[in-house]
């Protein structure tokens, strides 16, 4: 323990260090508090050492073997893949999240935010007991942001190579053969996708009735079409009776809607079936708080994502819904929470205008309400549609895809949905349009650039306003 007399003090403690809680760090100390950030490992968080980064590091480089692929296929490139390189394509990974990991601890030093490597818990409303360094008393607030961690199932416990998990999939040995994932949203399409793109067999199994439930159920058929077009068997409404590991990967056995059962085997069971909050060790109770039903640490007051001990705070994927889980939305309630403890009055996170993206090949992205939530919310619903081989990107890519505008009749815009290639980077647009309450009309002043993929966007306002020049 601290032997030093000075007493532990900062005006915010801040235990974790991942997205939500280094950017609750960084705005507070920009704000002038002086902050104390506990993190047990590396500040970045999932997120950056075992998620968003990595993995989208790893998607890039699936999608130059697509583009391979596709020169090969549709531009007449006599080109192939002759073989991967798997640890120099480990190595480049790694570069990539060690330099955002140096930028973050580089940011957090010089900003003045005192970074304490240790584990942490609430010993009390106002106090945080460390392991090493003593108790910390915080003189504005506490802020938890602990993360989350895998889902398991029962069955075989994952062993980082033939059983894995979202966390430890890409650091597991080699490129498997075949792939069995568990789990059809954002998480396990995605790793379906890459490992498809690296040349393994995938076979997706998801319980619910369509992959990316939470999506426009229009985006959701778009996406499994483009995903069995490049191979990768999409079994929905599929449960997964039981799985053994065997001396060559794992066999499991699952029963389709229709209650036949199949046994399949894979070189690797790839476990994607969502992330719940890690809260052991955390002393809520200490500060008179505890966890709901799914294990969320639910806050008192949503506008200030405060608990019902004042002054305790929590941000990230501590929250239940309508916090989204996302890293973008993490960063958001960071900033938030910080503006609170240095006495100001910030705007509550509109979580209906949080872009959701999924980063497979096709991508999807989309803001607000799908069709289906918009009707049943009782609105009078116009949908606008444009394929994006309507224009002349899209046709250029060739690989499909689709916008589609959720409008009140004569009224605001409520949803916009992507799927296709690229659609992640034109979705930034759609979060301005529903968070103003932008009508159809409103947009379809604004031209959009030719030949791009956003020209579909335009377009679809344009059809709704009434002035379609492509389509009717």
């Not at 007399?5 to 002038?32: E, F, K, M, N, Q």
């Not at 998480?187 to 890459?194: D, K, P, T």
């Not at 109770?285 to 966890?291: E, H, P, Q, R, S």
């Amino acid at each position: 323990m601290n032997s030093s007399h000075a007493p532990l003090v900062a005006d915010v403690v801040v235990i974790g260090g991942g997205t939500g809680g280094y950017s609750t760090a960084l705005r507070a100390a920009a704000l002038g508090l002086d902050v104390t950030l506990v993190e047990r490992d590396k500040v970045g968080g999932t997120c950056l050492h075992r998620g968003c980064v990595p993995s989208k590091a790893m998607l890039h480089a699936a999608e130059l073997a697509d583009g391979i692929a596709e020169g090969r296929d549709r531009w007449g490139l006599r080109s192939v893949v002759e073989s991967i390189d798997w640890p120099a394509l480990v190595a480049t990974r790694d570069d990539i999240v060690h330099r955002n990991h140096r930028g973050v601890a580089s940011h957090l030093a010089q900003a003045g935010v005192r970074v304490v490597r240790d584990t942490a818990a609430l010993g009390g409303p106002r106090t945080v007991r460390t392991a090493g360094s003593g108790t910390w008393t915080a003189r504005r607030g506490i802020v938890l942001a602990t993360g989350s961690r895998p889902r398991a199932l029962p069955g075989p416990a994952p062993d980082g190579s033939r059983v894995v998990t979202s966390d430890d999939a890409l650091f597991a040995p080699g490129l498997p053969e075949s792939v069995l994932v568990l789990g059809g949203g954002a998480i396990g399409v995605e790793y379906a996708s890459l490992h498809r793109s690296f040349g393994a067999h995938v076979t997706l199994v998801k319980a619910a009735e369509r992959i990316v439930p939470l999506e426009d159920a229009e985006v959701s058929r778009h996406l499994r079409r483009g995903l069995r077009g490049r191979g990768i068997d999409v079994r929905e409404g599929t449960r997964l009776l039981d799985a053994e590991v065997t001396p060559d990967g794992v066999r499991a056995r699952i029963v389709s809607p229709r209650g036949d059962t199949t046994t399949l085997s894979a070189a690797r069971l790839l476990v994607a079936v969502g992330r719940e909050p890690v809260t052991e060790g955390l002393g809520l109770a200490a500060a008179g708080l505890g966890t709901d039903a799914r294990g969320f640490v639910a806050p008192a007051d949503w506008s200030r994502l405060e608990t019902s001990a004042p002054g305790v705070h929590v941000v990230g994927d501590l929250l239940p819904p309508p916090s989204l889980g996302l890293a973008h939305a993490s960063f958001a309630e960071g900033m938030l929470v910080a503006e609170v403890l240095a006495g100001g009055a910030p705007r509550p996170v509109d979580y209906a205008t949080v872009p959701r993206v999924t980063y497979a090949s096709p991508q999807t992205a989309a803001v607000g309400l799908s069709e289906e939530q918009a009707r049943a919310e009782g609105y009078d619903v116009v949908v606008g549609r444009m394929p994006l081989t309507a224009v002349a990107k899209g046709m250029v890519h060739g690989r499909g895809g689709l916008v589609k505008v959720v409008a009140e009749r004569a009224g605001r815009v409520l949803g916009v949905h992507l799927v296709g290639p690229h659609v992640s980077e034109i979705i930034a647009e759609s979060q301005l349009i529903v968070g103003w309450d932008a009508e159809a009309g409103d947009v379809a002043q604004h031209v959009h650039p030719h030949p791009t993929l956003s020209e579909a966007v335009g377009e679809s306002f344009l059809t709704l306003a009434g002035r379609g020049l492509h389509q009717r």
